[in-house]
């Protein structure tokens, strides 16, 4: 079983819906979800961190985590067609021997229409 | 870009030569990561490093080496490069020591004939 799982996609959404990104990992030790947006043949940029149960927001995004079923999400209100990307979510998974590393999983590619 | 520049962006070489990758950051961070991602599998951490000199294996170690010599500067060395070692090759620095809250640099796209 892969430690960080998400949807490959691709996902395809029209301009102005709500794009919602799914992120599921298998170690309850895990303490730190991060979302990185990828443009084709581009680095992954940061764009989202979250710590704690809940949601939070920053501008059109919103990172959802539920610790108890161990699972992140990521949602992009508005969504416009910049925001076609893949997104890849990344757990700082204590269980593998390291809390110095984050595990990814191999990203959702989302394409907003116009 | 989190003052982060790696070199050389793209190179081709032959099976058999030996490619060393630079990874160079200018805000003296603590942790450097090099990663390499393929289609179908992500991101997938090679090897790390948590100061000058201290480093570790990532998930897949295995023909690649590292060396830290100073502190701004990441060497990522292919002893003898294989065409499975064709890849996008990002290195990374952690920037806060109470998460892991990672920036890449521009990447590095080598192709092994």
């Known amino acids: 079983q892969k430690e960080v799982e998400q949807n490959s996609g691709p996902l395809s959404v029209p301009e102005g819906a709500i794009a919602s990104l799914n992120c599921t990992y298998s170690?309850?030790?895990?303490?730190?979800f991060f979302w990185y947006r990828q443009y084709s043949g581009k680095s992954p940029e940061l764009i989202m961190s979250?710590?704690?149960?809940g949601d939070k927001e920053d501008g059109r995004f919103t990172a959802q985590l539920n610790k108890a079923s161990q699972y992140v999400s990521l949602l992009i209100r508005d969504s416009q067609p910049s925001d076609s990307a893949t997104y890849l979510c990344?757990?700082?998974?204590?269980?593998?021997?390291?809390?110095?590393?984050?595990?990814f999983g191999s990203g959702t590619q989302l394409t907003v229409l116009p | 870009d989190a003052g982060i520049t790696q070199s050389p962006r793209h190179k081709v070489t032959e099976t058999g030569t030996p490619v060393t990758l630079r990874c160079h950051q200018t805000?003296?961070?603590?942790?450097m990561y090099w990663y390499r991602q393929d289609p179908g599998h992500g991101l997938r951490l090679i090897h790390y490093s948590y100061g000058v000199k201290d480093t570790d294996k990532g998930e897949v170690s295995d023909g690649y080496s590292v060396s830290r010599s100073k502190t701004e500067d990441f060497l990522l060395t292919l002893e003898s490069a294989t065409s499975s070692q064709t890849s996008v090759y990002f290195c990374?620095?952690?920037?806060?020591?109470?998460?892991?809250?990672?920036?890449f640099g521009p990447g590095t796209r080598l192709t092994v004939l």
């Open positions: 805000e003296n961070h603590r942790y």
């Open positions: 979250i710590y704690s149960n």
């Open positions: 990374a620095i952690r920037t806060k020591q109470e998460n892991n809250e990672q920036f």
């Open positions: 990344a757990v700082n998974v204590v269980s593998s021997g390291s809390a110095r590393q984050l595990t």
């Open positions: 170690d309850r030790g895990s303490q730190s």
